[in-house]
């Protein structure tokens, strides 16, 4: 006997509204969360800890939740974590050379006055190891001058700490840890830390520019070719951790020779030695986050 489309579409219909009620009671009985990060900070181990919430409702039978996780091809068993007692975990051992991983979550549970076993299954996860990332600053504001460091891991030489989008004097000390001198920018104000190189460019967060002064002494410096005068340099409060640069520059640079000017760590002054070269007159000029000031320097001839 041949079925007409009316008792085709009248068997068919509530086999598909039966599958649909199906797959909405497994997602109402339990519900899967992925709490590892998408990006996790590469480890010397290589072994990484993927976590996931599987909440149940009163529904479920709690002794039957058996999470497992697929990666790599394979299932694997989850243990319970000692974060809660709807979370479990995975330690997966990435294997060498790989940088990345992909995974999905499946759960095996009972609802309670039945013997059915039912599963559910996540949508498919990610997961990529970070080699180069920042960890923090040592700090999120200082004076002008004043040095920074930023822990993580990746640097190379090549890295610059930008503030906005303008580069400031950065030392590369190692892998794991650069350092900056706050630059003389408009004092009072938050700044946008990144830090661009060969590598990924990497976001380090804000930074706000507190306000420093300082003092010169003499206000004016005479020399001859290959004399040295001294040259004393004061701000008011002791220089923070790492010290704090000021930036000298000047008109006439084949006149004047000195050194870079630090005040040490815990220090209200320094004085560092000008020696002239050959003669010209123009000035120093001394960048503080209250502007610029200059002294007159004048070499003469012998």
Aim: hydrophobic fraction near 40%; charge should be neutral.
């Amino acid at each position: 006997m041949q079925k007409t489309p009316s008792l085709l579409a009248s068997r068919i219909f509530p086999a598909l509204a039966a599958a649909l009620m199906l797959f909405l009671v497994a997602g109402c009985n339990l519900t899967i969360t992925n709490l590892t990060p998408d990006t996790v900070p590469q480890n010397p181990s290589q072994i990484y800890t993927i976590t996931a919430s599987f909440r149940a409702s009163s529904q479920v039978e709690t002794a039957t939740i058996r999470p497992r996780i697929i990666i790599d091809g394979s299932a694997y068993a989850m243990n319970r974590s000692p974060a809660g007692i709807d979370i479990w975990e995975f330690d997966y051992q990435l294997p060498a050379g790989r940088t990345t991983a992909s995974y999905y979550f499946i759960c095996d549970y009972q609802t309670k006055g039945s013997a059915e076993t039912m599963d559910l299954y996540s949508e498919l996860q990610h997961l990529k190891i970070a080699g180069r990332y920042v960890i923090r600053p040592e700090a999120t504001r200082a004076p002008v001058g004043s040095r920074v460091s930023i822990l993580g891991a990746g640097f190379t030489t090549a890295d610059l700490v930008y503030f906005d989008n303008n580069p400031t004097r950065t030392v590369f000390e190692s892998p794991s840890s650069l350092s900056f001198f706050v630059p003389a920018v408009v004092p009072g104000r938050s700044y946008k830390l990144t830090i661009r190189g060969a590598g990924v460019g990497l976001d380090v967060g804000s930074f706000r520019v507190d306000a420093i002064s300082f003092q010169v002494s003499p206000s004016a410096v005479v020399l001859r070719p290959g004399e040295q005068q001294a040259v004393t340099f004061t701000i008011p409060q002791p220089a923070p951790a790492g010290g704090l640069l000021i930036d000298v520059t000047t008109d006439v640079p084949e006149s004047v020779v000195m050194p870079v000017v630090m005040v040490e760590a815990g220090r209200t002054d320094v004085t560092v030695p000008i020696q002239g070269g050959k003669p010209g007159t123009g000035s120093l000029f001394f960048r503080s986050s209250v502007g610029e000031s200059s002294i007159a320097v004048t070499v003469t001839a012998n």
